[in-house]
T-cell receptor
Framework: NAGVTQTPKFQVLKTGQSMTLQCAQD?????MSWYRQDPGMGLRLIHY???????DQGEVPNGYNVSRSTTEDFPLRLLSAAPSQTSVYFC???????????FGQGTRLTVV | EDKVVQSPLSLVVHEGDTVTLNCSYE??????LLWYKQEKKAPTFLFML????IEKKSGRLSSILDKKELFSILNITATQTGDSAVYLC???????????FGKGTKLSVKP
């Protein structure tokens, strides 16, 4: 079982560049979500989705876009990277009912 | 506003010590509280708690939930250096069941 797959694992961007973080799960989970993890801040919700075609904002959505065209994939787009977006990003998925959440391995993003 | 508060934020102990990590919460539509362990990479599942007063155990780790006082504890007995990690507590809350995280407790176990 692949579980939740995130790519890339590491990325360095220049300010103003755009990029897409990929997240894919093979467990047919309805719920998928993106978090950023910063020292002293814990994991903060960026965007989430409860099914294909349905997305919503979390706690810190500014500067990020998402889409959910399939159940499996939930990409996170940085439109114009800023140094404040330097962080570790995690994708997670779960069934809509309250079950265990599964996390990807994380993407360490540095914006210079 | 939904929130989860973990304490302490960091903790240094020696091998063999017993530690207790705390997680308090204020969450609308509370359903479950979960504990995860995060080492270098992705958080990994430890426990899911939905009912008060029922202890869950896995080896040297155990956890219990108090829904009246709105908190949970995670106990680790006879700590080992391999227990060094960040321990995350989170709830499923709100109308969509979003994960609501505490900031984590960083546990360091010295030999």
């Amino acid at each position: 079982n692949a579980g939740v797959t995130q790519t890339p694992k590491f990325q360095v961007l220049k300010t103003g560049q755009s990029m897409t973080l990929q997240c894919a799960q093979d467990m047919n989970h309805e719920y998928m979500s993106w978090y950023r993890q910063d020292p002293g801040m814990g994991l903060r919700l960026i965007h989430y989705s409860v099914g294909a075609g349905i997305t919503d904002q979390g706690e810190v959505p500014n500067g990020y876009n998402v889409s959910r065209s399939t159940t499996e994939d939930f990409p996170l787009r940085l439109l114009s990277a800023a140094p404040s977006q330097t962080s570790v990003y995690f994708c997670a998925s779960k069934r809509l009912t309250d079950t265990e959440a599964f996390f990807g391995q994380g993407t360490r993003l540095t914006v210079v | 506003e939904d929130k989860v508060v973990q304490s302490p934020l960091s903790l240094v102990v020696h091998e063999g010590d017993t530690v207790t990590l705390n997680c308090s919460y204020e969450v609308t539509n509370f359903r479950s509280l979960l504990w995860y362990k995060q080492e270098k990479k992705a958080p990994t599942f430890l426990f899911m708690l939905t009912s008060s007063g029922i202890e869950k155990k896995s080896g040297r780790l155990s956890s219990i939930l108090d829904k009246k006082e709105l908190f949970s504890i995670l106990n680790i007995t006879a700590t080992q250096t391999g227990d060094s990690a960040v321990y995350l507590c989170f709830n499923y809350g709100g109308s969509q069941g979003n994960l609501i995280f505490g900031k984590g407790t960083k546990l360091s176990v010295k030999p």
